[in-house]
């Protein structure tokens, strides 16, 4: 089984506009092609003709069993409106977990402005997610986006569940060190690559994945992700193949962690 808990449907070229059953077929068809069982859709901070609403995908979905939602909220922008909306689709169980976007917008992970949007999410049980490392637009302030700053609210909100996206990338060590001290910090490894792995970087970002869960054990918390689709599933799905692991281990990144963290009924999937 394969999950892929780190998908989108923005339109990233944005020379024409895309519905959002278009990108959503397009997803599922990539999925069907690459024998991925389920996937989280992620949506951005930020909600414009290319970027759809979580309340746009949360409809968009229904009916796709293979799908799920992640809200992303906006630092800067939410209000008090969306945490009512975001509160009542947790209810509801129409979203898996919520997404921030330090480094996209500038503030750092443990300001108090979130620490309501920590609190419904420890009260819901469910995780959030947040972008690490280098910011797909050259705009992003990278000083936000380092995996480190991630302990301070690992260690202030020892109940929250926390996903590093991207491993932290460039910062995989100090990502490694975060999710080894703190029990209730994951992390996926999307979005290392603009579409395909190169064969040399590929033996280089292998490298630095095998060298993370040989520090940090057991890969419990690590979790298998795209950024689909800025990245490739087939050659993401080759680079894991790629990984010096025993087959358990991958099942745990593939499906396994996942499965437990954003609570998936793998059984309605078989």
């Not at 997610?129 to 280098?134: L, V």
């Not at 991630?150 to 996903?163: E, G, M, Q, S, Y």
Request: hydrophobic fraction near 35%; charge should be negative.
């Amino acid at each position: 089984m394969i999950i892929d808990v780190h998908t989108h449907i923005n339109n990233y070229h944005e020379d024409r506009v895309k519905s959002i059953d278009d990108c959503l077929n397009q997803l599922t068809e990539t999925m069907l092609a690459n024998k991925v069982d389920y996937a989280l859709v992620l949506t951005s901070y930020k909600v414009n003709e290319h970027r759809p609403s979580t309340k746009q995908v949360v409809e968009a979905i229904k009916g796709r069993k293979n799908l799920g939602v992640v809200s992303g909220i906006s630092y800067l922008h939410y209000n008090h409106k969306d945490i009512i909306e975001i509160s009542d689709y947790l209810e509801k169980g129409h979203i898996k977990a919520l997404k921030l976007y330090p480094g996209y917008e500038p503030f750092y992970p443990n300001d108090s402005r979130l620490k309501l949007v920590y609190e419904m999410a420890i009260a819901h049980d469910v995780p959030v997610m947040f972008h690490s490392g280098d910011t797909y637009a050259p705009t992003g302030k990278v000083k936000y986006s380092h995996p480190l700053h991630i302990d301070d609210l690992a260690v202030d909100f020892p109940k929250l569940k926390i996903v590093i996206c991207h491993v932290g990338n460039p910062w995989i060590k100090d990502c490694m060190e975060v999710v080894y001290k703190n029990e209730n910090v994951y992390a996926d490894i999307s979005g290392l690559v603009l579409g395909d792995f190169n064969e040399k970087f590929e033996r280089f970002m292998k490298k630095e994945i095998e060298e993370m869960i040989t520090y940090a054990g057991d890969p419990k918390y690590l979790l298998y992700g795209t950024d689909w689709p800025i990245s490739n599933m087939k050659s993401y799905l080759k680079f894991m193949d790629q990984l010096d692991l025993a087959d358990d281990k991958k099942e745990l990144i593939l499906w396994k962690n996942a499965a437990e963290l954003f609570k998936i009924d793998v059984e309605q999937l078989r």
